[in-house]
């Protein structure tokens, strides 16, 4: 605890103190932030679960009894061989997780997947929880509307198929960065500057622009999109990749040249991704060695794919649950999946705009963070048909149980954007400095106080991290210089020394040789 004025150091009887006085507590970390934890009573926490589970209505997700396991009920086609495990009705003699561990071992090696990588058989079935969103805390006022929604998480970490669907995930992203077309994902928070840089240029040409926007967050995409939606989308991916003749593919030397190049076909597939087996070496088409590095198939990445949604099983108490809706939250494969169906979606939706339309709309999605800019300028789009369009995207672009809960229009991530005439501006966003200069106080837990636990090695790389955020979050010279004075107040407030921070600029200039870092670390 950091210290105060006429207060004495934190002392281990102090603590033991204040654990005590937790006991009963429900205490899980809030958002999984670093040293921000939530605290409940067991009954409020119970009610949080059966909200964000739903287990009566079995929408999302639903008890299951298991028949134990047996050679026989292996019997039949690939697609029923899990199938055939669930019981419809509970009988004397139920299945255990260690069944569900069998029956995925004996199907693991009937698909072949074993010659990719081992099954582990003393792997587990993940014990599902509840963690509270950190906005939905931070204020004593939506805390009260809010508290019983939570994020369902779903841990794989001991899952026995672990390592297979991690290569599964790794080629999945592969695929997803070879995707062209008119979606809106972007893989990285800084692409966002890069993005409103290229619209910036697009626009540019357009006379008596007026450029509007708009903000959208999607309310549970993970868990509520549709698994025939997630199948289509990432089949018709598949397509669109193969399909397209200017993806490169690599020779077994490291070379590349152009797909379909004859002598290119003849050594190289594009039906297959060749990844390494340890380590984050390069991924590329094809096949490789078979010592260092595994092959994924499109049909085997979309059996796993298959498998995963289907077979979502984890462990409540003493009761099997198994996922019926939705992307598991903690499934390697998550984060691909969520971007790849939502970018077939909105390149379909995109694609079946009048074409006078497209040029004057610009969008770009982040996870399940959408942001839009419209041209309803002179020679844009008409201001009444721009909000016949608003509607017509947040009803149609997703599926209807895929809600679109709109944001502040000029806040995205952490930027702040501004539009003037046809001219796009972003900067780093910090959301503490009203709440700082009213209170002293952080509202978001951005930085640890400087008399806090951690070591001075985390506290620096920590800084460092956030200057690098808001140069890339920012584009303007006086923006970032303006982002940097309010977050060097917020941490005059926290009690960073001041020699500590500029240690920290100095060091942005040398690795960026950019002249603003200078400016601040010489004075």
Known sequence: TPLEKNTRPCSLNDVLNLKNSMKGLVIT?????????????????????????????????REVHLRPFHNKIMQGTNENILHNMIKEQPNAAPGTPKDVISHFQAFYKRKGWDKICPFNPHGSLGCMYAILK?????????????????????????????????????????????????????????????????????????????????????????????????????????????????????????????????????????????????????????????????????KQMLDIVSFSLENAFFILGDKIIQQVHGIPMGDPMSPALCIGSCAYLEMKWFESLPANIQPHLKFTRYLDDIFMIANIGQNGIPESDFLALKKEFTENCYPPCLELEETPHDEYLECKVQTEGNVITTRHW????????????????????????????????????????????????????????????????LKYPKKYVL?????????????????????
Not at 456 to 470: D, E, F, P, Q
Not at 510 to 522: D, L, V
């Open 430 to 493: 910090n959301k503490n400095l009203t709440h700082m200069i009213a209170t002293g106080k952080q509202h978001y837990y951005k930085h640890q106080h400087f008399g806090s636990h951690t070591t001075n090695h985390s506290k620096r790389g920590a800084l460092i991290g956030t200057w690098t955020r808001m140069s890339d979050n920012t584009s303007t010279t006086e923006g970032l210089h303006m982002a940097i004075c309010e977050k060097m107040f917020e941490l005059n407030e």
């Open 503 to 523: 240690k920290t600029l100095k060091y942005m200039h040398n690795k960026t040789k950019e002249e603003i870092w200078s400016r601040f670390a010489t004075h």
């Open 134 to 298: 950190d906005k939905n805390c931070t204020d004593p006022q939506i805390r009260k509307q809010k508290y019983k929604k939570a994020r369902p998480i779903t841990p794989y970490c001991k899952h026995p198929m672990k390592k297979l669907l991690h290569y599964a995930a790794r080629a999945w992203m592969f695929i997803l960065k070879q995707l062209k077309g008119p979606h809106f994902a972007i893989p990285t928070t800084k692409k966002f500057k890069e993005k409103m840089t290229d619209f910036n240029a697009h626009f540019a040409t357009a006379k008596n622009a007026r450029l509007c926007t708009k903000s959208w967050d999607i309310s549970g995409c993970y868990t509520n999109m549709p698994k025939d939606k997630i199948l289509e989308s990432m089949k018709e991916i598949l397509k669109l990749v193969k399909a397209d003749p200017d993806i490169d593919a690599l020779h077994e030397d490291g070379t590349y040249a152009e797909m379909n190049s004859p002598a290119i076909v003849a050594k190289t597939s594009k039906e297959a991704i060749n990844l390494p087996k340890f380590g984050k070496g390069p991924a590329h088409w094809g096949y490789g060695d078979v010592d260092t590095r595994i092959t994924l198939t499109f």
């Open 29 to 61: 970390p809030l958002d999984k932030n670093l040293g921000k934890l939530a605290m409940r009573r067991p009954c409020l926490y119970d009610n949080c679960m059966q909200k964000t589970y739903d287990l009566e209505s079995n929408a999302h997700h």
